[in-house]
């Protein structure tokens, strides 16, 4: 069993929509919830954090958290071609624990 | 200079070969990690580093051999791999190891012949 799903796409969004990323995972004591953004041929780059059930804004950015129903999602609003790439999401178990666990990433196309 | 730095970025070895593959952050931080990153897997996570000591080891073959000689670099020692060890090393850092908030390196781009 995945510890951590996404689809992997492509999803593909028209320019200056809103995009949703969704994510669930296995393990119902995680703690801490990331989304890096990954470009083909570049290393993963943190673009959210959430550690709280409910939502967390930052600029087009929106983390959704829901630790009951084990998902966490992420909308990117006004779409931008820049946008396309792979978001990769990620979970921490208890804050004493050292691994990460990542998703095989969805593939995010905007198309103009 | 960037934050975290990989070197070398491409690397292609026989199977008998030994190399090794270097990481250095310029963050301050105090825990470091290498994941492997193979085509459609998720990002594997092989070992954790926290204040110099291993606090991860997740069941890595014994040719992949890890050194943290201190909080700002961390080495990959490669021996007798295999072909299916192809991939993308990538080394990251953190604060600590509870805040999760990685900084990753550009990777090293490693072919076994």
């Known amino acids: 069993q995945k510890e951590v799903e996404q689809n992997s796409g492509p999803l593909s969004v028209p320019e200056g929509a809103i995009a949703s990323l969704n994510c669930t995972y296995s393990?119902?004591?995680?703690?801490?919830f990331f989304w890096y953004r990954q470009y083909s041929g570049k290393s993963p780059e943190l673009i959210m954090f959430?550690?709280?059930?409910g939502d967390k804004e930052d600029g087009r950015f929106t983390a959704q958290l829901n630790k009951a129903s084990q998902y966490v999602s992420l909308l990117i609003r006004d779409s931008q071609p820049s946008d396309s790439a792979t978001y990769l999401c990620?979970?921490?178990?208890?804050?004493?624990?050292?691994?990460?666990?990542f998703g095989s990433g969805t593939r995010l196309s905007i198309r103009p | 200079e960037t934050g975290v730095t990989q070197t070398p970025r491409h690397l292609v070895m026989g199977m008998t070969n030994k190399k090794s593959l270097k990481c250095e952050q310029h963050?301050?931080?105090?825990?470091m990690y290498w994941y492997k990153q193979s085509a459609k897997k998720p990002l594997e996570l092989m070992f954790v580093?926290?204040?110099?000591?291993?606090?991860e080891n997740n069941s890595v073959p014994s040719r992949f051999s890890p050194e943290c000689p201190n909080s700002s670099h961390l080495f990959l020692h490669l021996h007798t791999l295999q072909p299916e060890d192809s991939a993308l090393y990538l080394c990251?850092?953190?604060?600590?190891?509870?805040?999760?908030?990685?900084?990753f390196g550009e990777g090293s781009r490693l072919t076994v012949l």
């Open positions: 990251a850092s953190s604060q600590r190891t509870d805040t999760g908030e990685l900084f």
């Open positions: 393990d119902r004591g995680s703690q801490s």
């Open positions: 959430i550690y709280s059930n």
């Open positions: 990620a979970v921490k178990g208890d804050s004493s624990a050292s691994k990460i666990i």
């Open positions: 963050l301050g931080h105090n825990a």
């Open positions: 580093y926290n204040f110099k000591e291993q606090t």
